[in-house]
């Protein structure tokens, strides 16, 4: 049945589809869940049951559940399919594991951070003398 596969000759039984997958009636191995989607539980029976990636996670092919993205990355749109999520927080700005915007959280007045991908405040640099850096 939709939802089991067997992968050896001359058995009766079926085995229930396994999570990050699905499988189709008659189906002799799981087809693993796109990347850019996860299967969150077993038995999906279409490819169409695997949920869509949501904001600030990933998800590679045949995914049980999403990833976040790794602090100083973003991912402001669904259905990332690697670890690199949408790309790196921007500069002035830092970003916590699972950000959904590149510019999740500015460095104070006063402190500044040429580098794309940071991840926490302490990338963040106080302006020298002389200088001024507002809340970007």
């Given at each position: 049945p939709?939802?089991?596969?067997?992968?050896?000759?001359?058995?009766?039984?079926c085995i229930n589809c396994p999570q990050g997958s699905?499988?189709?009636?008659?189906?002799?191995?799981?087809?693993?869940?796109?990347a850019g989607s996860y299967g969150p539980q077993g038995g999906l029976v279409h490819k169409g049951q695997c949920l869509p990636c949501p904001i600030?996670?990933?998800?590679?092919?045949?995914?049980?559940?999403?990833?976040?993205?790794?602090?100083?990355?973003?991912?402001?749109?669904?259905?990332?399919?690697?670890?690199?999520?949408?790309?790196p927080c921007a500069a002035g700005h830092w970003c916590k594991v699972?950000?959904?915007s590149a510019t999740a959280a500015a460095c104070k007045a006063g402190e500044f951070n040429p580098s794309q991908g940071a991840t926490s405040a302490a990338s963040c640099q106080r302006c020298s003398v002389g200088s001024f850096a507002g809340q970007a």
């Open positions: 939709a939802g089991e596969f067997q992968d050896e000759s001359r058995k009766s039984g699905w499988c189709s009636t008659g189906a002799t191995v799981p087809i693993l869940c796109l600030g996670r990933f998800c590679v092919r045949g995914a049980k559940e999403p990833s976040l993205c790794a602090a100083g990355r973003y991912g402001d749109v669904p259905n990332q399919t690697s670890a690199q999520c949408v790309g699972g950000s959904t």
